[in-house]
């Protein structure tokens, strides 16, 4: 099994930045591709971005607008997610996730089979 440790929790101000890191251990050669999710307190888990585990070609959701950049150290087996200009809305717990059933990369829950626990991002205004 594929393990995934999120990390880099933080509480910062409106406008500012923070770094979180996904790190994959066990049967990483499975992994096809790495995910952040987030879910708000009421609401769907989303799509935050997303990067395949070889190769380049990150995928984001349409509200990151350049403000957040998914990348990866395979040598690490870790996954950052740079988040700057924070909003917020941002606020919510984190995930990474770990998909080994998919090639092709993908924002659908659904797809990816090993899950963080979270890691929890608050914004405040």
């Known amino acids: 099994q594929v393990q995934v440790v999120e990390s880099g929790r933080g509480l910062v101000q409106a406008g500012g930045f923070l770094r979180l890191s996904c790190e994959a251990s066990?049967?990483?050669?499975?992994?096809?591709?790495l995910g952040w999710f987030r879910q708000a307190p009421g609401k769907e888990r989303e799509f935050v971005a997303a990067?395949?585990?070889?190769?380049?070609?990150?995928y984001y959701a349409d509200f990151v607008k350049g403000r957040l950049t998914i990348s990866r150290d395979n040598a690490k087996n870790t996954v950052y997610l740079q988040m700057n200009r924070l909003k917020p809305e941002d606020t919510a717990p984190y995930y990474c996730?770990?998909?080994?059933?998919?090639?092709?990369?993908?924002?659908?829950?659904?797809?990816?089979?090993?899950w963080g626990q979270g890691t929890q991002v608050t914004v405040s205004s």
């Open positions: 996730a770990a998909s080994t059933i998919v090639t092709g990369i993908t924002s659908l829950p659904g797809y990816y089979d090993y």
């Open positions: 066990v049967l990483t050669f499975s992994i096809y591709n």
């Open positions: 990067i395949p585990w070889r190769g380049s070609s990150p």
